[in-house]
């Protein structure tokens, strides 16, 4: 059995217990020789003991534990039965009775972190001493599941009952020297005095000389319980907007109520009893799915593992200081990377440096002495002569393909050989764009998606000639700017935007059968989009919509569904949110959407020209079925860029489906939901509207061999015979 848990008994009478598992010391309660079990032993060892007085408990590599052991849960997503959770160890018994309930006091030294299991340890104890800069933080709801181990019956008692809420609905930690301040740690030292201030306090408490606090039995923070049930009211109305269609959050509360109202081991018990139902959920499973998709991302077959070393970024370029460009610099900038910014005149130059500047005080919400030292990092120039020692060069201008050749062969003139030549192309083949240039094995594509400063994803695009060490180091640029990357192959809308494609076209074809397209972003709205497509068109552009189209409409032919409202709209200069009038209309200087009553007229024209409705009857058409027309088209896309070896893995629709698309990330991903609804009935349904609509909805060969294999869709790549990797 490997030891995890070292005790250790000084002079002072002190018992240290180390938590040493890494690389974050989790809370695994497996069986007998896990760290629960093993810490479980040493306390109730150090209380029998008669030569100690009083217990620290820490973590040791500079972490004190990152909670649960994820890959606990995600054994529990694929076998679908929460009871399978290990517990070896009784959290309630265990926290309540021989941690915090025990005869000797137990002080936690904390650093570095203590998130989920590992605070709810923390506060189980009788005290907190916690090094600078330590995160101290619940956050189990990004996961689908709830605080376990006492967490909503102790916060509240701590930090009071509105910042635990908050903590808890959020899920975001907080820094040690706010902690303190809340009277969630008792103290905030040096760390080289972390240890000995810890052994200090708990010997005080021993003594009497400090006050020995139960967590479970504080009541200064939570106020009546008319004040708390107020709060709570308030808690579940925010809840409603923060989380649809989804029960962790609302169990959560009732298990704040639980111990607010009975008491801190009733609230303790309720989490207990509610913890395995949740962490079974359909929920979990498709949060567990995505948490570990956008671990996995990060590493590439062929490339993460070949030994390469990325090389360090130590200035970056980038071409073109409009929305795009500047948003990809302020990205840089945050995260200390020295960008140039280069444009074409002086004017333009200085409209970019002043959105980069909007971009960094609105982020850090003041032209603050912090964001004076952002903005230090970006320089502009008109030059290329400023380019001859930066590492990585990102080129973000219109999309026209002779004006990125022209950038393209510059920088080879300018560049370093080392120089990494990246594209935010969204619809040009990066082989193209490189054409003109000797080195094609430094040109990748580095798709942000606006405004990238705020946006997570990015697509990092090869061509079959992009180098590893090319691909090795845009994804350590990912890291650096806290990006999550997703590796693609260079084709028409890489992989986000062919998944978007019959999103679209899916809403217009339901419109010709005689759908509202309010009706229809209002069901996509509710089954967890954050817009529909029509108010998402009005959004980015319905010229744009319009343009992207044409250009789906040349790659693919007559899989495209035709459609001649954008054009009628676009005859009427309704362009959209930017000009007032689009799907629907806006009130100058609000971006509310109004219902627009002369949408009508536009809607009879549109569905005159396409013929679609049988007799000229509209088609009734449930909720449901309207999700499954936009979505199920989503899926089968979804299917192609798997087989045509547009990604590494299925995983990676399922981040860019969540991260890029705005799909629920409750739900898993595309391909994750795909395989939850069933791929026999999605081939079934797809069959039959092909019957009827036409080659739009025509299944994928991919999609086909699932349904006929009876095989998931996320094994599309595995099965395909000769499936290549970068």
Known sequence: MRKVVHMEVGEDGVALVTLNKPPVNSLDNSGPGS????????????????????????????????????????????VGDGTTYPTHVRGSTFFNDIIEGGPKPIVAAVEGFALGGGLELAMACHARIAAPKTQLGLPELTLGIIPGLGGTARLPRLVGLVKAVDMMLTSKPVMSEEAKQLGLVDAVVPLQQLVPVARKYALDIAS??????????????????????????QARARAQKAYR?????????????????????????????ESPMLVASPTAKGLIHIFFAQRSAFKIQGVTDSGLKPHKMKSVAVIGGGLMGSGIATALALNNVPVILKEVNQEFLQAGLKRIEANVNARLRSASEKAQKVLSFVKGTLDYADFSDVDMVIEAVIESIPLKQQIFADLEKYCKSTCLLASNTSTIDLGLIGQKTKSQDRIIGAHFFSPAHVMPLLEIVRTHDTSKQAIQDMLALAKTIKKVPVVVRSCVGFAVNRMFFPYFQAGHLLVHLGTHPYRIDAVVKAFGMPMGPFRLADLTGIQIGQATS???????????????????????????????????????????????????????????????????KIVDISDEEIVEMIFYGVVNEACRVLDEDVVVRSADLDIASVLGMGFPAYRGGVVFWGDHVGVERIYSKLKHWSTLYGSFYQPSAALERAAHGKYPLSQIVEKRSGASRL
């Not at 009497?208 to 709570?232: C, F, V, Y």
């Not at 269609?245 to 298990?255: G, Q, R, S, W």
Request: glycine residues 10%.
């Open 35 to 78: 760290l629960v079990s093993q810490l479980k032993e040493s306390i109730c060892e150090a209380h029998a003991r008669p030569d100690v007085k009083a217990i620290v408990i820490r973590g040791a590599n500079g972490k004190f534990s990152g909670g649960a052991d994820i890959g606990s849960l995600q054994k529990v997503k694929q």
């Open 208 to 233: 009497g000389r400090q006050a020995w606090r139960r967590s479970l039995s504080l009541i200064d923070h939570i106020g009546t319980p008319e004040e708390s049930s107020k709060i709570l009211k």
């Open 245 to 273: 269609n989804v029960p962790h959050p609302f169990v959560m509360l009732d298990c704040i109520e639980k111990g607010i109202l009975h008491g801190g081991v009733a609230g303790t018990l309720k989490e207990e009893e």
């Open 550 to 616: 044409r250009i789906y409409k040349d790659a693919f032919g007559e899989r495209t569904y035709q459609t001649n409202l954008n054009d009628l709209l676009l005859e009427d200069n309704r362009y959209g949110e930017r000009t007032g009038m689009g799907y629907y209309n806006y009130k100058k200087g609000s971006r509310a959407e109004q219902p627009a009553p002369e949408l009508d007229g536009y809607l009879t024209k549109t569905r005159q020209a396409a013929s679609l409705i049988p007799n000229g």
